[in-house]
C-alpha cells in the first residue's frame, strides 16, 4: 500500500493585519504624510475622470480611486533609491514615488503646496492628457508614466508587461553592490500572465531584490478573480517558486506599510524576491468616470460596502482618535486638495465655443515631434575607430566565424564591465550550442548568466538592464523563432520604450540570434526574423556575412544605445576568413553597404549567408551583376547612397533572402525601391526568396522550402528574360 508523506512549501506565506496598537505605535509624520498622500492623489484622480467625461483625456483614463491606500502604504515603506513600475492603473503608484521623491521629509496636512508639488501635479496631468509639459512629452498619456529622477521605471499599457523589466532593475542594483530594491505593481489580471510567473521563478532561482505587489481588485475588467483562477488567493503562487508572501487589507495604509516594510528588509538582506497581496477596490469602472454597477457586473450594495473602507476615511479616523488631527482640519486639506487640482486643470484647458472647456492649443506637442528619438541620434557612436576590410593594411589572421563571435564577446566583457551575457545554455557546453559564447563563464563567471528557458522573463530582464543605464545586456535566443514567445518584451517594450516615453531613454540592448534553415530543425527553428524586426519601430538589424564583418558590426552595435538585433547563420559559423592580427577594437557602420562584386546588369541586394550564394550564382550564369552585401538592414540603416547608385548604373534589382516569402525582409526593401527609383528601373523589382511555407523536418521537403544558388541562377534568368536576354 501507497504511504504519503505531507509536503511542506519553503517559503512563508502569511496574512498580515494591523491591530489598535500598531495605529498607536505608527509615526506621526508617517501617517500625516500617509494622509497628505491620500488626498492629493485622490483629489488628482477625480480631475482626471472629470476631464475624461468632458472628452479631455484622449485615450483611457483607469484611475485608481478607492486604490490609493496600496500605493501610500508601499511607497512610504521604500527609500530614495529604490525604484518601482507599474501597469496601465498606476497613476497613485507613480504619484506616491513622485511626492517622496518632492518631498523626502514627508508631508503634513496643514502644510500648503509647494513649487515642486504643484510641478509634480501639473506635468502628471498634462502627461495623461497628451501634451508637451509631460514627463513623456506627451506620448505616454495615461498608460505610460516614467520619471527616473524619482524612481518610477515606468507605467504600462500591457498587462503583466512591465512585470521582466522591473527584474531587470533589482538584479542591476544587486550586481552593483547596493542593497536597493525594485518594486513591481499589477493587478490580479495580471497574475495569470506568462511573463509575471515567468520572472517570479527567474527571480527567485537568482535572488534578484523585486518585488511582486499584486493589487487584487478582484475585476480584470468585468471578469472576476474566481472566474479566473482556482486559487483567488494571489499570493499563493509564490509557494510554487519559494517566494515569501505576505496578503494584507489594501484598504488599511498602514497595514501595506507593515507588510512591505519586512518584505523590503527580506530583499535588502539579499535573500531575493518578495510578493504582497493586496485586497483592494477600484471605486470606478475599468475606464472613465462610471461605476462598475453602471455596467452591470457589480452591484450598488457591493459598491457601497467598499466605499464604506475609504482609506483616506481609514486614516484620518486613526490620527482623529489619537488627536493627531482634527475633522476640520482634514475636511480643509480635502478642500484645499481639490482647490490646486482644479487650478492646474484650468492652466491646460480654456474656455471654447459654448462655455465649453477645450484643451489649450498651445500645448500640444508639435506633429513634426512624431518621429524625434524613435532611435538614438548616433552621437554615441562618434568615438568609434571605423575600419572596413578593405582599408585594412595590417595584418591578418584566418579565423571560423563562430570564432569571431566569441573572440569580440570576450574583447568587449574585457574592456567594458557593463556588458553582461544571457540565455539559455550560454554558461555550459564549451559556448553554448554553437561555441558562440566560449570561455566567457570561465572569465566573467557573474557576467555570464543561464538562463531557464524563459524567454519573456530573460528578454525582460535584460531590457530593464538596459534601460538601467549601467548595463549592456547581450541577450541570446538560441533560434529566432523564439521572438515570438518573447513578443511583448522584444517589441512592445524594449523596441517602443525610447519613443513611448519621451525619446530620450537609452536601450543599449543586443539581441543575438541565429537561421538555422538547412539543419533540420523544422518550422519552429529555422525562420530569418529580419523581415519581422524590420517592421517593428525602434530595432536596429546587423546582418554580417565574414567574420571580419562580425566583429566590426558587433563592436558597433554594443556602442550603440538603441536595441540592435544581431543575425548570424550557421551556415556561416564554420566559414573563415581573415580578421586583423591582434585588433578587436574597429568598428563598422550602421548604414555602410558593402559591393562584394561589380557589375553593369543588374544590381543584387542579400545579406548573410546568401552573400557566397550570390556571388557564386552570378559567376556560374554569367551574369554581369552587381553584388551588395546590406550588412545593416533596418530602415534608418539602409545604405541608399550605395544601392542607389547601383541601380542607376544597372536599372534592374534582384532582391535575394532564404526565407520564407510570408516573412520576408524584401517585401518591405522592394517597395521602398519601387517608391525611389522607379524612373531608373527596366522592370518591377524582383526576388528570389524561399517558399510560403516554414521549412519541414523532411531533408527534402527542407531544402525545397528555402533559396539557395539554384533559386538564384534562376531569378538572374528571370530578370535577363525580361530584358530580352540571355544568361
Known sequence: MATYQPLEPQAPWRQLTAEASDWQQADPALLGTMLTQLHWIRAFEEAVLELAAEGLVHGPAHSSVGQEGGAVGSVLALGAGDQINGSHRGHHQFLAKALQHVAPLGLAPRNPLTPAIDEVLHKTLAEIMGLADGYCRGRGGSMHLRWLEAGALGTNAIVGGGVPLAAGAGWAHKHAGTDRVAVTYFGDGAVNIGSVLETMNLTAAWKTPLCFFIENNRYAVSTTVEESTAEPRLSARGLAFNIPSWKVDGMDPLAVHLAMSEAVAHMRAGKGPTIVEVDVYRFFHQNGPFPGSAFGYRTKDEEAQWRQRDPLDRIASEMIGRKLVTQAEVDALRQRCKDVMK?????????????????????????????????????????????????????????????????????????????????????????????????????????????????????????????????????????????????????????????????????????????????????????????????????????????????????????????????????????????????????????????????????ILTYLSMVSRALAAAERAGVDAEVIDLRTLDRASLDWDTIGASIRKTNNVLIVEQGARGTSYGAMLADEIQRRYFDWLDQPVKRVTGGEASPSISKVLERAAFADTDEVVAGLEDVLADLGEQA
Not at 536595441?563 to 557602420?589: F, K, N, Q, R, T
Open 343 to 603: 487650478d492646474v486643470s484650468s492652466r491646460l484647458t480654456e474656455a471654447g465655443d459654448g462655455g465649453k472647456r477645450r484643451v489649450r492649443a498651445d500645448l500640444w506637442p508639435s506633429p513634426d515631434f512624431r518621429d524625434v528619438g524613435l532611435r538614438s541620434d548616433g552621437s554615441e557612436l562618434a568615438g568609434l575607430r571605423y575600419q572596413d576590410a578593405a582599408d585594412h593594411g595590417g595584418a591578418k589572421v584566418e579565423r571560423k566565424f563562430v570564432d569571431a563571435v566569441a573572440d569580440v564577446l570576450d574583447r568587449r566583457m574585457e574592456t567594458d564591465p557593463g556588458v553582461v551575457v544571457l540565455g539559455e545554455d550560454v554558461h555550459r557546453l564549451k559556448g553554448g550550442t554553437n561555441g558562440a559564447t566560449r570561455g566567457l563563464k570561465d572569465k566573467y563567471p557573474d557576467r555570464v548568466l543561464g538562463t531557464p528557458i524563459s524567454e519573456n522573463a530573460f528578454a525582460g530582464l535584460g531590457g530593464g538592464l538596459a534601460m538601467d543605464g549601467r548595463y549592456k545586456p547581450v541577450v541570446e535566443f538560441m533560434y529566432p523563432d523564439f521572438m515570438w514567445v518573447a513578443a511583448d518584451q522584444i517589441f512592445n517594450q524594449i523596441g517602443k520604450a525610447r519613443h513611448m516615453f519621451g525619446g530620450d531613454i537609452d536601450v543599449p540592448f543586443v539581441l543575438r540570434t541565429k537561421v538555422a534553415m538547412g539543419t533540420g530543425y523544422g518550422s519552429q527553428h529555422s525562420m530569418d526574423p529580419a523581415g519581422i524586426f524590420a517592421t517593428a519601430p525602434g530595432w536596429r538589424i546587423v546582418a554580417p556575412s565574414t567574420p571580419y564583418e562580425y566583429v566590426g558590426l558587433m563592436n558597433t552595435a554594443l556602442a550603440s544605445k538603441d536595441p540592435v538585433l544581431v543575425i548570424e547563420h550557421v551556415d556561416l559559423y564554420a566559414s573563415s576568413g581573415e580578421v586583423p592580427d591582434g585588433d578587436l577594437d574597429y568598428a563598422i557602420p550602421f548604414g555602410k553597404a558593402r559591393v562584394r562584386r561589380e557589375g553593369g546588369k543588374v544590381t
